[in-house]
């Protein structure tokens, strides 16, 4: 088990996260960007509009060390803040059939899952290293 059930849930109704990628220089770059998530697999599909091109999928070919998050703010009175952070491996593949964008997608792979404020009290969450099966 990748994701919680919980968790899947959350991913599931969220549609826009931020994908951190090391750049050629070892310094951090950071881009909003739309998402699937796989229940099967237990990975995260980024696709978008001329991917292949993109300096966060030239970054990941150098290097495919990743962190991902999804996180909004469900209410502020009281303060609920939710999210789930996935960091791990990923990779930059072409020829994907991927319908209404390009065929270059980012794969990532969780290696580790931390959730949180994902229960109707807030007070849900979790924090785990998750094994990926062939990565």
Known sequence: MIFTDTELAYLRLQRLGRLATVGPDGGPQNNPVGF????????????????????????????????????????????????????????????????GVSSEVIRIYPRRVQSWGLGSDGKVGSRRTVAQPGK
């Open 36 to 99: 699937t998530v796989d229940a099967e697999t237990g990975t995260i599909e980024i696709g978008g509009w001329n991917m292949g091109a993109s300096r966060k999928f030239h970054n990941i070919e150098s290097n495919p060390q990743v962190a991902f998050v999804v996180d909004d703010l469900e209410s502020v009175d009281p303060w609920k803040v939710r999210g789930v952070q996935i960091r791990g491996a990923a990779e930059a593949l072409t020829n994907q059939q991927v319908s």
